[in-house]
């Protein structure tokens, strides 16, 4: 473990106190909108514009990602409130043992995923930037092309990860301008090569008949149901990251629109943009875009967008490993950073894995939504007053001990939730066995369904989480 | 205190850390005397906060349904 990385482990567990606190509003509507602009956003709209026509993507990009955000909003107050990290504060609302259960299977599980696209992104430019200069054949293959760059990249990010925060702020914001020369670069393609004129007139290049099997007269409730789903999995994705920024800012008021709005309404333009050139090109792949646009720009515009995704993986193994040391505090750092490169490289070389974001997203809707439900949920039982000495506290006599380390309206409104949502959008089939999908939507549904169930359980089994002042 | 005695665990780290790193070892001090004081450290969230935010994203809710049934 580098100093540094340890240090910044230790400080994870305890409080950041006033005097540390760096972002006031302004500096973190900033960092959250490099933050928030990445590989996802880019991916999510070339998946939209691939079935929906222009004007109907840009208000679902909008009002799909900022929605959710707006319903897990409350969840960003914890960290910002008592300066602890997300994972210690929810221990007050889930009870330490479910908040372990839920931590390592749905925060640190799904995670490996975010790591994959980037890497697969990576790995699907430096395969056309191959193709185009002739390069060795093994990079060319359309599988082991991508898989083998994307490895590399994750270990790329994994050895910056590694060496802690100092070798990883340089390179986040070169990641960052480097984003946004391509969104710039898009978006000169869109609005002054191809023009808006064309855009907002053309039919989307695919249909859900096809490629979901739904039935004709279904298609346009398909459509945007599906596409609506996707971007609330990824307005509900954020439910797992408030706490590593919330507690750096000086203000409840700054981490509350700093992490609403930057996330939110001026990240989504990372979305849009990206839509409207699937929808142009026919392709939902961001690299297919480049090479389309066909100018000696777009391999510079590959090369950008290789380096920025290789920045996105350090900038998520770090706070997965912070995460993970500063619960299990035994765990080398090394180790902890290796767990994350690991298991992202797993599943990049899973066949299909690329062409299956819209499963992952559905998988991200499901699980985050349900958290995000009970955070919320927490946080209207209590006003997020709460004992931080208990969060700390995990043995019997912490308040947040309830049943064994177990909440019981938070366990059953889960099991609910998970059950709700499988049997209304199966995210693997994309199949509706209870026929409410596509009159409602999955995620949002399954979100009100979770705090319900949890609200009214606690009221009944008088189990709410102890408010202390 | 609900059983932790941190007085126990100050002077713990006063005696021990203090000779490895004292910077450390006084900003370790410094945020478990907040845990055992128990209060918020920054100021809190307005009403009106809440009330922006739900203005915005009501207008959006409404926009959405426009544009998708125009």
Redesign the interface.
């Known amino acids: 473990m580098t100093e540094k990385s340890r ?1 910044s482990a ?2 994870s567990i ?2 950041t ?2 005097k540390e ?1 760096p972002y006031g509003f302004l500096d973190m509507l900033a960092v959250q909108i490099i933050f928030g602009i990445a590989a996802w956003y880019f991916l999510l709209g070339g998946l939209v514009g691939l079935y929906i026509p222009a ?2 993507a840009i ?2 990009i ?2 799909g990602n ?2 959710p955000l ?1 319903l897990i ?1 409350l969840t960003s ?1 914890y960290s ?4 602890v990290d997300q994972w210690i504060a929810s221990r007050a609302i889930l009870g330490y043992r479910f908040n372990d259960i839920i931590l390592i299977l749905f925060y640190l599980g799904s995670s490996a995923g975010w790591i994959a696209y980037a890497a697969l992104l990576t790995g699907y430019s430096v395969q056309k930037i191959n193709l185009a200069l002739q390069g060795p054949s093994v990079l060319s293959d359309p599988y082991w092309g991508p898989v083998i760059v994307a490895v590399i990249a994750i270990l790329l990010g994994w050895y910056h990860a590694y060496r802690g925060p100092k070798s990883l702020i340089h390179i986040f914001r070169v990641g960052a301008i480097f984003l946004l020369v391509v969104l710039g670069y898009l978006m000169y393609y869109i609005l002054v090569t191809v023009g808006t004129t064309k855009v907002f007139t053309m039919a989307p290049p695919h249909s859900v008949v096809e490629d979901f099997g739904v039935p004709p007269d279904m298609a346009k409730n398909w459509a ?1 149901a599906l596409t609506l789903e996707w971007n609330v999995g990824l307005g509900f994705s954020w439910a797992f990251w408030y706490g590593q920024w919330t507690r750096l ?5 700054a981490a ?2 700093g992490t ?1 709005w930057g996330w939110g ?1 001026m990240s989504v333009v990372a979305g849009v943009f990206p839509a409207m050139a699937a929808l142009v090109i026919n392709s939902s792949d961001p690299t297919d875009w480049f090479v389309a646009m066909g100018t000696g720009y777009a391999y510079l515009g590959l090369v950008l967008f290789a380096v920025a995704n290789i920045t996105a993986i350090m900038t998520l193994i770090y706070p997965l490993s912070i995460t993970t040391v500063s619960r299990f505090p035994r765990l080398k750092w090394s180790h902890a950073t290796m767990i994350f490169a690991i298991s992202g490289i797993l599943v990049s070389v899973i066949p299909g894995v690329f062409q299956n974001y819209g499963t992952y997203l559905t998988i991200i809707s499901l699980i985050c939504g349900v958290y995000g439900a009970l955070m919320t949920g927490g946080y209207l039982l209590t006003r997020g007053n709460l ?4 969060m ?2 995990m ?1 019997k ?3 947040y001990h309830y049943k064994g380390g177990f909440s019981i309206p938070a366990v059953v409104a889960t099991i609910i939730g998970i059950i709700f949502y499988v049997i209304t959008l199966n995210p693997f089939t994309f199949q509706s066995m209870d026929g409410l999908f596509p009159y409602i939507t999955a995620g949002m549904p399954t979100y009100l369904l979770t705090l319900a169930i949890f609200l009214l359980l606690s009221k009944i089994l008088k189990q709410s989480p102890p408010r ?1 002042f | 205190m609900t059983g932790v005695d941190y007085s126990k665990k100050i002077t713990i780290i006063e005696q021990q850390f203090s000779k490895m790193d004292p910077k450390l070892a006084e900003e370790l001090i410094q945020r478990i005397e907040y845990i055992s004081k128990n209060l918020p450290i920054v100021p809190r969230i307005r009403k009106r906060d809440y009330i922006i935010a739900a203005i915005i994203n009501v207008a959006l809710l409404i926009a959405y349904f426009t544009v998708i049934l125009i």
Do not use: C, M
Not at chain 1, 80 to 83: E, L, T
């Open positions: 240090v230790w400080f305890l409080p106190l006033a606190r004007s109907w208000i679902t909008i009002f900022q929605f707006y909003s107050l910002a409130r008592y300066g945007l800012a000086k203000t409840e008021t509350y629109h609403l309404l004992s931080i000495v208990d700390f506290n043995n006599s912490s308040k202390e």
